[in-house]
């Protein structure tokens, strides 16, 4: 979907996405909050997929479609 209800909570974060890496997460406190590597299958988070409950359930769902990549 386009847009999900994850664990948020940190105080550091990206400001820039490195070389050859795409964002493809965002929010209102976050520019950055999910990257991809264009080149390989490499991926980075700054939220919490696996705290997940009925209030933020779609953490475990990123964690399920992460390992069926492997």
């Known amino acids: ?3 999900i209800t994850v664990w948020h909570s940190h105080c550091d974060e990206v400001k820039e996405l490195p070389k050859g890496f795409r964002r493809t997460a965002t ?3 976050c520019s950055i909050q999910a990257m991809e590597y264009a080149a390989r299958p490499l991926f980075g988070v ?3 997929p696996e705290l997940f409950d009925q209030e933020h359930p779609d953490g475990r769902k990123i964690l ?4 069926r990549l492997g």
Do not use: D, R, S
């Not at 399920?64 to 390992?67: G, K, R, V, W, Y």
């Open 27 to 29: 929010n209102a406190t």
């Open 1 to 3: 979907p386009k847009t």
């Open 46 to 48: 700054q939220f919490h």
């Open 64 to 67: 399920e479609n992460f390992l």
